[in-house]
T-cell receptor, first 114, second 114 residues
Framework: AQSVTQLDSHVSVSEGTPVLLRCNYS??????LFWYVQHPNKGLQLLLK??????LVKGINGFEAEFKKSETSFHLTKPSAHMSDAAEYFC????????????FGGGTRVLVKP | DAGITQSPRYKITETGRQVTLMCHQT?????MFWYRQDLGHGLRLIYY???????DKGEVPDGYVVSRSKTENFPLTLESATRSQTSVYFC?????????????FGPGTRLLVL
């Protein structure tokens, strides 16, 4: 069975400083991994995805994530936070054996201070 | 291009009443999904559908009913609403082809059961 753990429920950063959101996963098979962002009162938007190609994945809005199989991690980073990055972020795993079903982490809420 | 829409966006109902949440997508995606979002739980899959007239249970299906008579619509019905079904409900859809892993989310329906 697949599962996802987001290690921080809240992260607070200052504008212009790096952002790190941590995610660990558990999967029996080769997983696909995603990061989605949810701005207040909005739906979820795909930031980036890993599907067994390059382990360093670049997404929209300057975000990137690195797949580390040995550490079962898929941490999301951004070199310089912007006020518009304030949102909730979800790490998501999909196992090929699970068809199209996704398993979501509990979410990390990011606060950006001016 | 409307994409994926949900209606109503906000709903207040009473315990025991039947409620139907609508989801409509204009992309002719084969797969459609219903999730609920509760604090601390991320998103949990209620039901999904691989095609018209094909539906299957997700992680938390109890108390919900779905149907899919047309590819573009995937209504979710709470047959007898309970307070524990107060939540934000998201509909999503995805292709069945090469990019089937990416799910596209609607804006959500906030449901309050009194």
């Amino acid at each position: 069975a697949q599962s996802v753990t987001q290690l921080d429920s809240h992260v607070s950063v200052s504008e212009g400083t790096p952002v790190l959101l941590r995610c660990n996963y558990s999967s029996s098979y080769s997983p696909s991994l995603f990061w989605y962002v949810q701005h207040p009162n909005k739906g979820l938007q795909l930031l980036l995805k890993y599907t067994s190609a390059a382990t360093l994945v670049k997404g929209i809005n300057g975000f990137e994530a690195e797949f580390k199989k040995s550490e079962t991690s898929f941490h999301l980073t951004k070199p310089s936070a912007h006020m518009s990055d304030a949102a909730e972020y979800f790490c998501v795993v999909r196992e090929k054996a699970a068809g199209n079903k996704l398993t979501f982490g509990g979410g990390t809420r990011v606060l950006v201070k001016p | 291009d409307a994409g994926i829409t949900q209606s109503p966006r906000y709903k207040i109902t009473e315990t025991g009443r039947q409620v139907t949440l609508m989801c409509h997508q204009t992309w002719s995606h084969s797969y459609m999904f219903w999730y609920r979002q509760d604090l601390g739980h991320g998103l949990r899959l209620i039901y999904y559908s691989a095609a018209a007239d094909i539906t299957d249970k997700g992680e938390v299906p109890d108390g919900y009913v779905v149907s899919r008579s047309k590819t573009e619509n995937f209504p979710l019905t709470l047959e007898s609403a309970t307070r524990s079904q107060t939540s934000v409900y998201f509909c999503a859809s995805s292709y069945s082809g090469a990019d089937q892993e990416t799910q596209y989310f609607g804006p959500g329906t906030r449901l309050l059961v009194l």
